[in-house]
């Protein structure tokens, strides 16, 4: 189960990473997705565990609590012998002390750059299973206490949290516990009972049941050993009854349970971050129907710009050839980078709005405004070369041609008939009473060749089409083309980050599924045993 749940892990730091690097989380959202605590109270021993044969790993027991309240008696005590520094100086010691039996080796214990661990042994069967610690002052005046205490904390299966009578409402203690409290099995000692009151007392207990411990298992002991209400050895065979394999796996067991509920939190904090994928896709028409508007207004905003364009290719179409330092060829100007800068960043506020990360949108739009002057000006030269290189429509092409084939034609038609009605009347003119072609043939011949040639030639040249019109019409052509280059470059951007979304969500609900998924056969504790009264509700 813990290499499940490491691999769960090293999953969600990939899917950060990757979240990360795409833009659609920040840093600070991917380290706090991918801080997942992987220390544990098994972490601390060698495979084998305990030397010589490979037994359950023993119970971690530490005592904590403020300063002067007697923790270091109290395991003094346990041990039959002065093993951790009690007091006037343990309010700035850094020691950690470790006291466990001798058999058991722990070989993987935390790097202490604080302070030095102090370790004890002893060979008392009876306390073989269980290693206890005695933890610094975490309120004490010395912020590294409070650093080692929370670097041992996810080492710790039951806490021994003490207090006195005049340190049981301590402040820190209380946010302290408040934090860690669901994370182990508490056990509470009201130390220096003799000079304590009964109403001291019942009002711990009542603070412990408001934070969440219905039953708290409190046990009073005393400065002295002779004081007849003292209860410490109840509390010594309390321990003993949690140091069990089938405790010990109830505890890894919750403490795996509550780490991926954790992680099952950070998941969904991290769903609701990356906004709903369905909100998402809708875009793909918002963004059309802007860039619809858009277009309206830009060609609108274009026409004088698109006229004065076209009276210049039309006396300078060489330019489109070889353009010169001074062709007026930049049609995209700031003002229409201005229109399309608004629609975007239109679309940029309404995605906010909508709870859906812009970064990702920012970063690949960014590619597509420094294209945009360069796609207008490729499609719209582009399309001023095809119209002037084939200017008019088909049908004024068209009859182009045909009036230049009846510009050759008609006027051969004409000559052959004048020539061939010379023919004939010359020879019939050696007949009787026929006469020569006259004066007015000539005249009349003459004047219809020359309309056969004319009426083509001065159709051809008045029906010939505007350079002016052409490059006019060409450009807006490729004014239009590049539009729907824009359009669909934005679209498919959109689309590719919509998928992308969708990926992300998808990888993100199947962890959140992995973390749902703890088999809790025969894990459960039950909440009127003694641990189950030792654990935060």
């Known amino acids: 189960m813990a290499y499940d749940y ?47 044969h490979n037994a359950p790993r023993p119970l971690i027991v530490a005592f904590m609590g403020g300063t002067g309240v007697g ?8 041990a039959g012998k002065p093993i951790a520094k009690a ?6 010691s850094r020691e950690v002390t470790l006291f466990h039996h001798e058999c058991i080796a722990m070989q993987y ?26 933890m610094p002052d975490f309120d004490s005046t010395e912020q590294r206490n409070k650093q080692l205490v929370f670097q041992w904390l996810p080492y710790i299966d039951v806490l021994i949290y003490v207090v006195s009578p005049e340190r049981y409402k301590d402040e820190k203690a209380w946010r302290l516990l408040l934090a860690e409290g669901a994370k182990h099995a508490w056990l509470f000692v009201f130390n220096q009972w003799d000079r304590g009151e009964s109403g001291q007392f019942e009002d711990f207990n009542q603070q412990l049941q408001k934070v969440g411990f219905k039953e708290p298992v409190i046990f009073k ?24 394999g089938h405790t010990v796996e109830q505890l890894e067991q919750r403490s795996l349970e509550l780490r991926k509920a954790e992680l099952k939190t950070r998941l969904q904090a991290a769903a ?14 918002l963004w059309q129907g802007k860039w619809s508007e858009t277009v309206k207004s830009l060609q609108q905003g274009f026409v004088w710009p698109l006229k004065t364009m076209a009276d210049y290719y039309a006396n300078h179409a060489a330019d489109l050839i070889t353009p010169s330092s001074n062709a007026k060829n930049s049609l995209w100007d700031e003002w229409a980078q201005a229109r399309l800068d608004d629609t975007i960043d239109e679309l940029i506020i309404e995605l906010n709005q909508r709870g859906i990360p812009v970064l990702p949108f920012k970063q690949a739009i960014a590619s597509i405004r420094e294209k945009v002057p360069k796609i207008i000006q490729t499609q719209t030269e582009l399309a001023a070369r095809v119209a002037l290189a084939n200017p008019g429509n088909v049908v004024q092409r ?12 008609l006027p051969l038609m004409s000559m052959s008939w004048v ?119």
């Open 221 to 244: 002991t005393a400065c002295s050993e002779e004081c007849l209400t003292d209860e410490f050895f109840a509390l010594e065979a309390s321990i003993r009854s949690l140091a069990t």
């Open 6 to 52: 490491s691999d769960l892990i090293e999953k969600t730091k990939c899917w950060a990473t990757q979240a990360q690097d795409l833009g659609w989380i920040n840093a600070e959202t991917a380290e706090q997705i991918g801080q997942s605590e992987t220390r544990t109270p098994d972490t601390l021993f060698s495979d084998a565990r305990l030397s010589g």
């Open 71 to 78: 923790k270091s008696t109290l395991l003094n005590r346990l």
């Open 87 to 92: 007091g006037v100086v343990r309010p700035t």
């Open 419 to 537: 020539g061939f009605k010379v023919f004939t009347s010359f020879y019939a003119s050696n007949t009787v009473d026929n006469h020569f072609l006259g004066v007015d043939f000539a005249i009349h011949s003459s004047l219809l060749i020359a309309l056969s040639w004319l009426m083509p030639f001065f159709i051809l040249k008045k029906m010939q089409p505007s350079l002016k019109k052409s490059a006019f019409n060409g450009l807006n052509k490729g004014l239009a083309g590049a539009f729907s280059i824009i359009d669909g470059d934005v679209s498919r951007l959109l689309e590719n980050l919509a998928q992308q979304h969708k990926t992300l969500h998808k990888q993100l609900s199947q962890l959140v599924v992995q973390c749902g998924t703890v088999n809790s056969e025969g894990t459960g504790v039950d909440t009127g045993s003694p641990l189950g009264r030792m654990l935060m509700n």
């Open 398 to 409: 068209m009859s182009l041609k045909c009036l230049r084939v009846c510009e050759i034609v």
């Open 272 to 285: 609701l971050n990356l906004g709903d994928e369905i909100v998402f896709q809708q875009f793909i028409g």
């Open 109 to 134: 214990l935390p790097e202490q750059q604080l302070a030095k661990i102090n370790v004890s042994q002893h060979d008392n069967v009876d306390n073989q299973q269980v290693v206890w610690i005695d």
